[in-house]
Structures are given as C-alpha cells and as structure tokens.
C-alpha cells in the first residue's frame, strides 16, 4: 500500500516523525510520495530526514499554484529548483504539486498559468509525471492540459467531484487519486467514481497533515490513515481491500516509477 500524496516532510511532522513513520508501517504501507515545495529549504533538509527513516519514500517537487508568485518574472526558476532535487538525493519521481487554485487565488491567475505552462514542459524534458492540484479552476485546469500534456502521465491529486468530471480526467490519460474525503457519508459523487473508475487507474493517498479521513476529521492526518481510504474504496468497488491495494499499488509504482520507489540498497523485489 502506498499513499502517492503526502507531505511528510512538513514542519507538523518534525517533531515525531519516527512514530509517523513506525505506523504507517504498522499499517502495511509499503512506501509514499512525499510532495515538496519548491524553493523551501527547510521543507528540504526534512525530506531528507524522512528519506535517512523510511528508504521507500520519493519525492515530488514542485510550485504550487500558491506559490507562484514567488517565482513569477524568474523564468527558469522553478525549471532550476526542480532539476536540483532532481539531482539530489531525494528519489524524485514526479513533478508535483503544480495546477491553479481559484479559490484562494494565493498568486495572480496569469501568473499561475505560466508557472503551471512552464513545469508541464520541465516534466516532459525530464520524463516525469505531473501530480496535479486545481481547484474551482477546471476550465482552465483542463484546456491546458489538453494543450501541454498530450502524452504526458500524471494524476489529479485528492480528486473530487462527479463521474463527469472524472471522466473528462481519465480522457485525458490522467489517473485519479482518492483521499480521505471518500470517507465522509455526504461525498456521494465521489462514492459514484469510486465504483466508476477503471481498476488501473486509480491511486490512494492521505495528503498528509490535511484531510484527516473519519473519524479523525479535523486532526493532523498521517500516511497510515491511507488504510482507510483503501478500505473504504474495497467497499465502493465491492472488492477486497486486498485487491484494491494490489491494484492501486501497482498502478502507483507504474505511474510513479518502481525504482524511485525502491531506491534501496537491497533488491527491488523487496518493494512489495
Ligand atoms: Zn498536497
């Protein structure tokens, strides 16, 4: 079992990140995507520190939609942060989170979309996916990707809504990751892609500390609640929860890339 979306190095973590970790292997988790800012140092260093305890955690890197405007009129930069993780010992597997967010609308819209414009051609010239975060932006979200990602694998991350929206995704090429908002009774549309969505093209996550599933709703979240996104998508999908783990796990190693996610110094059987 993987969570492909968690930020595990965030300063939350800092302070008991061991026993973070011990339970998300208590919990059967084979390894996690771990997401980082692009251009926060501290986050960084921390991710090396999650890396040092648990050996089966890559990386995400990438400037948020939030963050955009740090980098706005510095082309290049963010194509700079990304290429140095890259070349870190950091197991980076997918350029992420990137996308627009009009709901906060943290950084000006057009900034946005040029920062979003420019890492989708980073990961193409690297040959990563893209791990995708909109929000109240699906127009936009989707004409560009439909323009820059032809080909391109990636995943909306925390995906919801309703089968319409997730089949315009999956037209797409893109997967979809589940996270702990299928636990909430009231998240009927996202029930319906539950069962809808095509075996292989599902992941699971925790987007760690955030959306913490029930019954812990409105705690700190953690990796080893991933468990319970798996089981109650085992019920959605009438499958095992083994089942839905093998599947979702091989999908995330196949999206993510199994030697990123087992980048350790014993055979990469040892992965699964
Ligand atoms: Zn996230």
Sequence with gaps: ??????????????????????RAKDAGLTGAVCILAAGDAGER???GRVRELWCHVASAIGV????????????????AWI??????????????????????????????????????AVARAMGLPVVIHTREADEDTFAMLAADAQGLPGVFHCFTGGVDRARRALDLGFHLSLAGILTFP??????????????????????SPFLAPVPFRGKRNEPANVARVA???AELRGATVDTVVAQTTANAL???????????????????
Excluded: N
């Design 1 to 22: 079992m993987i969570d492909t979306h968690c930020h595990l190095a965030d300063e939350v973590f800092a302070g008991d990140l061991d026993a973070v970790v011990a």
């Design 45 to 47: 260093v921390r991710a």
């Design 64 to 79: 948020h939609p939030h963050q955009a405007h740090e980098v706005a009129g510095k082309p290049g930069q963010a194509e």
């Design 83 to 120: 290429r140095d993780a890259a070349a870190a010992d950091l197991a980076v597997c997918a350029v992420g989170e990137i996308g627009l967010d009009y709901h906060y609308d943290f950084s000006p819209r057009d900034v946005q979309r040029d920062v979003f414009a420019e890492q989708l």
């Design 186 to 207: 009231k998240a009927t549309d996202l029930h319906e892609v539950a069962a809808f969505a095509p075996a292989d093209r599902l992941l699971i996550e925790t987007d």
């Design 231 to 233: 089981a109650r998508l």
């Design 254 to 272: 196949q999206l993510f890339s199994a030697q990123a996610l087992a980048r350790v110094d014993t055979p990469r059987a040892s992965m699964l």
